[in-house]
């Protein structure tokens, strides 16, 4: 799986809009992106993933460039309840060809949403 | 419905000491992941059972980790002789059937602290 590169940490104003990046330049053609995050003392979450069109979700939007090199997880309206650690995670999906199934997390972004 | 539950949730051990740990999946959900999170880091995976069969232990560290999943649904993850640096949290993740979103639900893992 590709690796990809995350800020350790952000802050965001409660109410307003998290624009967490991430760096995934040697990213394959069949690769997804996904993201998780990790409230304290809890299990990762799914949030959401994508190949190349942007998505979006009850919980979040995924922009992804163009060149697929790098995306943006919006928070639209973060609130206290949002302060995690966000994983952006490149993998192939299940059924394709060399695909896995097990996520590759990195050290994530700890996202600080304050009033 | 309920999420993934794991047991204990807290488990200290003297160095030496076997431990056992569970996990119980999401009813109905064939593929199982068990990750090891040491602090400050994010998960990494240990190994993956799709129903009972152990398709991928690539991630254990030693021949001292052990899981098992006899009839698909519970697994146990099984540390024999624990040392110090197996001190860490110990997530496990199910995932149903079909490749929609490929998401894994994961428990609230168990925190594993060896004297």
């Known amino acids: 799986d590709a690796k990809t590169t995350q800020p350790p940490s952000m802050d965001c104003a409660e109410g307003r809009a998290a624009n967490l990046p991430c760096n995934h330049s040697?990213?394959?053609?069949?690769?997804?992106v996904y993201w998780y995050r990790q409230i304290h003392s809890q299990g990762p979450q799914y949030i959401i993933h994508?190949?190349?069109n942007n998505e979006t979700n009850e919980m979040a939007s995924l922009i992804i460039t163009e060149d697929r090199k790098s995306s943006t997880l919006i928070l639209p309206h973060a609130t206290l309840r949002d302060t995690a650690v966000y994983y952006c995670?490149?993998?192939?999906?299940?059924?394709?060809?060399?695909?896995?199934?097990?996520?590759?997390f990195g050290t994530g972004t700890q996202l600080k949403v304050e009033l | 419905g309920a999420g993934v539950s794991q047991s204990p949730r807290y488990k200290v051990a003297k160095r030496g000491q076997d431990v056992a740990l569970r996990c119980d999946p999401i009813?109905?959900?064939?593929?199982l992941f068990w990750y090891q999170q040491a602090l400050g880091q994010g998960p990494e995976f240990l190994t993956y059972?799709?129903?009972?069969?152990?398709?991928?232990k690539s991630g254990l560290p030693s021949d001292r980790f052990f899981a098992e999943r006899p009839e698909g649904s519970v697994s146990t993850l099984k540390i024999q002789r624990t040392q110090q640096e197996d001190s860490a949290v110990y997530l496990c993740?199910?995932?149903?059937?079909?490749?929609?979103?490929?998401?894994?639900?994961f428990g609230p893992g168990t925190r594993l602290t060896v004297l």
């Open positions: 040697t990213i394959s053609g069949n690769e997804y």
């Open positions: 994508g190949l190349k």
């Open positions: 995670i490149v993998r192939v999906a299940p059924g394709v060809t060399g695909g896995g199934n097990k996520l590759t």
């Open positions: 993740a199910s995932s149903p059937p079909g490749l929609a979103t490929n998401e894994q639900f």
């Open positions: 009813s109905g959900h064939v593929s």
């Open positions: 059972f799709q129903n009972e069969a152990q398709l991928d």
